[in-house]
Structures are given as C-alpha cells and as structure tokens.
C-alpha cells in the first residue's frame, strides 16, 4: 500500500478526487453558483501556480514580485478591452502621445550618445544634460495633459480608457506586458544572487502597482475602473433571452407543473435569475479550463524536452552547467519571462472575470505570498502538482472564513449574545484563513517535504 500512494499517478487522482467531492459539498450546502465561482478562481489560482512552477520548480529563481506581473495583465485588460473615452482623448490624448514620444527620443538618444562617447571624458555629463532637458520637456507635455484628462467627468471616466478591442485578446496582450517588463527586469536583476533577486523584484512589483495606484488618468486609480468588457453573455441578456426561458422552463417544467399561474411566473424568473448567474460561471469555467490544459500541456512538453533538462541541470548545479558551456543566464532570462508571462495572462483573465480593474486590491499576501504556497503545498517541479496546490490553497482560503465564523459560532452558542468572549471570537473567526494556511503549510511540510506530488526524479520520493 505504502509502494502504492508512492505513485504520483494515483496520488494525482486520489487528491483531485477529493477536491471535486469537495466542491460538489459547496454546490449542496451552499449553492451551486458558489461552487462554479470558487473552481473558477481555483482554476485561475492553478496558471499563477503553473508560471510559478517554471520559475521556481524547473529553474530555481526567486521571484517575489508576482503581484507586479499580475497587476500589468490586470491593466492589459483595461487598456485593450475597454472602449475609448473620446472626451478624455480630445482634451489630453495628443500630450499623452507626446509625451512617449519625448521619453523615447530621450532614451534613444542616451543610448546613441552612450556608444558613442565610450572613450570621451565628458561622457556621463554629457548624459545628465540629456535626461534633465528630456525630464524638463517631459514635464512640460504630460503635466497639463494628465490634468485636463482627470478632470473629464472624474466621477465616471477621468482616464483615457481602452481600444474597445475583444477581451480575449487582452489575455495575450497581459501575457506580453508581463514578459516585456520580465525582459526588462530579467536583464538587470537575473545577475544577483536568489536573495538580491527576490528583493529586487518585491521592489519593482511594488513600484508597477504603485503607479497603478496613482496614475488616475491610465486607472483611474483608488476610484477603480468598473464595466471591463466580458467575453461572455452577461446575465440580463440571458434573462431576457426568450430561448433560455424557455430551455429553463422546460428544464423544471416537473416542478413549475405543480404551481398557479402567479406562483410559476415568479418561481420561473427566480429560477432563470439563477440559471443565467450560472451559465455565465460554467462560460468563464470552459474559458479558463482551454488555457489551463494548454500551458500545463505546453509545460508538460518543455519539462520533458531537451531544454527543460537543461534547465533542471541549471538548477541543480549552475557551476557545472556553465563549465559544459551552457549559457546560464541566457536559460533564466527565458524561463523567467516565460513564467511572468502566465502570470500577466492570470491577471488579465481575473478583471475580465471581475468585470472590474482594482489598482488598490494588489497586496503581496494574495497576489504573492499566497501563490509560494500552492508550489510549495502542490509539490515544486511537478506541473500536476503546482495545478493542484492552486485547487487546494485557494479552496481553503475562500472556504476557511465561513467554517471560520460556524466554528466560533458553534463554540460560543452557549453564551449570551453581548459575551465579550463571544464577540471577540465572531468578530476575529475571518483571520481563521491564515491559521489554516499555517497549518496546511507545516502539515505538507513535515509529512510530505516535497509537496504532495513532488518531483519524480529520482531523487524527491
């Protein structure tokens, strides 16, 4: 038996098992909407783990920044799916353009100047010039454009708004402007030791929501942007639907039988109220799964090829990796845009599922912290397992507040309603998630090191 449950095939479907029966257990006593919109963040939790899994699992790197990468794909959404705000565009949208244009003229022409002046002692002062007359005409452009964006309608718009383009392309456009800023963090920090490079990249994911936070007139900032376009029906198109009224009517015809008149109308739009929040979550369900399966189908073929060898090899021993002539950095530079990638592609799947974009819910403990501990619970270096510790930490983290609050409830029943215990607990039971994530942690920990399916290697049994 204990030969058995060594084997990650059984152990796989032992554990997802559970995690179905375990949401089947959420759609009886809860509801089933409940239930689609947990798996549909359970699903959306297992890509953040898979890119992670790249990172980390095939190549050692230490990346802390993930609410960064997250929040650039979350912006990706806005920026493309959105429609124009024509208003704004008219007032501040050629300063905006300007704007570019100068900090790219003033970067081109740093470089140019750079090459150029390598032997001349006047080099770096040179330079300076350039950046303060560039900082100065930069200034000048953007400052009077920003403000007379902001101040179009600020209540509903105050920002340029997006393309109008369809929400499914902003999934790849967010995948490409986290591998973009990878690219260009990658070339600066993948230098430093593990411990320099997780600080270097908290500091910039820190930097990227910052700006979020405050650049009104690209966010719209603390204020959030609401209405982010859907790649799927929204629920009053399906309840004005006459098809689906009728498909729904047909589906509880048995129970709709029994009723007057008066009482079936209402049960029936009750009942299509349900169904359409229903049919969308089961929409997003199909959506999410196709990109799971692909990068988990693409991951599964880079761990097994040539490269992802090469890659596992660097992580093992990077000094002798670069003795047999393996480009060390070069490999990481690639498996850590790849990475951030699926993280942006995670991000610009949960606003359009939001429906909004939030700069202020970016915080190291979800979109961050939380993520290190599906990898680590699901088993590092194992695809399967980085998708399953995304079903299993998310589940518990949304599921531990409520039991939280039974459990305190229950506990505290004998006492009067106005008990200083009793409230104490009731009022506290939300912090019971991060107890359970504790737990849960040390529990893998010190029964299963390596996760619950580890790497099979060789080596992690």
Not at 390 to 402: C, T
Request: aromatic share 10%; net charge positive; with cysteine.
């Amino acid at each position: 038996m204990s030969k058995l449950w060594h084997n990650n095939t059984l152990r796989a479907l032992a554990f997802f098992s559970i995690m179905a029966f375990m949401l089947v257990l959420v759609g009886v006593n809860q509801s089933w909407s409940v239930a689609i919109a947990i798996l549909n963040l359970c699903i959306i939790s297992a890509i953040m783990s898979l890119g992670l899994n790249l990172q980390w699992g095939y190549a050692g790197l230490f990346n802390v920044g993930i609410m960064g990468f997250t929040a650039l794909g979350g912006i990706a959404a806005v920026l493309v799916s959105y429609p124009p705000v024509k208003d704004a565009w008219q007032v501040g949208g050629l300063g905006i353009l300007g704007s570019l244009v100068v900090l790219l003229a003033t970067i081109a022409v740093c470089v140019t100047l750079y090459r150029k002046l390598q032997s001349s002692s006047y080099r770096w002062l040179v330079l300076s010039l350039i950046i303060l007359v560039g900082y100065f005409l930069l200034r000048l452009v953007y400052e009077p454009a920003v403000k007379a964006i902001e101040a179009t309608d600020p209540s509903r718009s105050g920002f340029l708004g997006g393309l109008g383009l369809p929400s499914l392309l902003s999934w790849l456009v967010g995948g490409l402007f986290a591998a973009g800023a990878a690219w260009f963090i990658g070339k600066i920090a993948l230098g430093l030791k593990s411990d320099y490079l997780a600080i270097a990249t908290l500091g910039i994911a820190e930097i990227v929501v910052s700006v979020l936070r405050n650049e009104d007139w690209l966010s719209r900032g603390v204020k959030n942007v609401t209405g982010v376009p859907r790649p799927v029906p929204y629920e009053v198109e399906l309840q004005q639907s006459p098809r689906f009224i009728e498909w729904v009517s047909n589906w509880n015809s048995a129970k709709l039988a029994a009723l007057d008149e008066v009482a079936r109308n209402d049960a029936l739009q009750k009942l299509v109220s349900d169904a359409s929040s229903i049919a969308v979550k089961l929409s997003y369900t199909g959506l999410f799964t196709a990109v799971l399966l692909l990068i988990l189908l693409l991951s599964v073929l880079a761990l097994h090829s040539p490269w992802g060898r090469m890659v596992r090899a660097i992580r093992d021993n990077e000094v002798a990796a670069s003795a047999m002539g393996k480009d060390v950095k070069g490999r990481h530079l690639q498996i850590f845009v790849l990475g951030s990638a699926v993280f942006g592609m995670a991000g610009a799947m949960l606003v359009t599922l939001d429906g909004q974009f939030t700069p202020g819910a970016y915080s190291p403990l979800r979109y961050t912290f939380l993520v290190w501990v599906m990898v680590m619970v699901g088993g590092s270096g194992n695809n399967l397992g980085a998708v399953l510790g995304g079903f299993v930490v998310w589940f518990l983290w949304v599921e531990a507040e409520p039991a939280g609050f039974w459990l305190m409830n229950t506990i505290t029943s004998g006492l009067d309603d106005g008990n200083a215990l009793r409230t104490h607990l009731i009022n506290n039971a939300q912090y019971m998630r991060v107890i359970v994530m504790g737990l849960v942690l040390l529990l893998v920990m010190r029964f299963s090191p390596w996760g619950l399916l580890p790497e099979q290697n060789g080596q992690r049994r």
